[in-house]
């Protein structure tokens, strides 16, 4: 069984399968919404992977099946077409409410 898997363009995920990871590619928000929901009832996966490219659309879903559910846990990470920082504002908020602190960008 795996433990993690990452969904996004083919281009952007295809080498993290040399890594171990299931691979499920998805050319739209739509998509993506799909397949998470049916990894998260499925609880195959610890953590999902997702390119930022559908951060916007895909957030709102992700955060909503997050609080329902401990595992998996959806993190955003650059597409091959650079970081927008969007999935580093999340972890950001996270060890922020886990810890009280900003840890990431304390200056």
């Given amino acids: 069984m795996y433990e993690m898997a990452i969904i996004g363009e083919i281009d952007s995920i295809l080498p993290f399968r040399a890594l171990g990871l299931e691979v499920y590619e998805a050319e739209s ?5 799909k397949i998470i929901k049916q990894l998260f009832r499925q609880k195959t996966y610890k953590v999902l992977i997702v390119t930022e490219t559908y951060f916007e659309e895909v957030y709102p879903v992700s955060s909503e099946l997050e609080k329902k559910s401990f595992y998996p ?3 955003f990470i650059p597409s091959n077409q650079g970081s927008k920082q969007l999935g580093l504002q999340k972890i950001r908020k996270i060890i922020e ?4 602190v900003d840890l ?4």
């Fill in 29 to 33: 928000s739509n998509e993506v919404i």
């Fill in 97 to 100: 409410r886990a810890v009280g």
């Fill in 104 to 107: 990431l960008f304390k200056e």
């Fill in 73 to 75: 846990s959806v993190i």
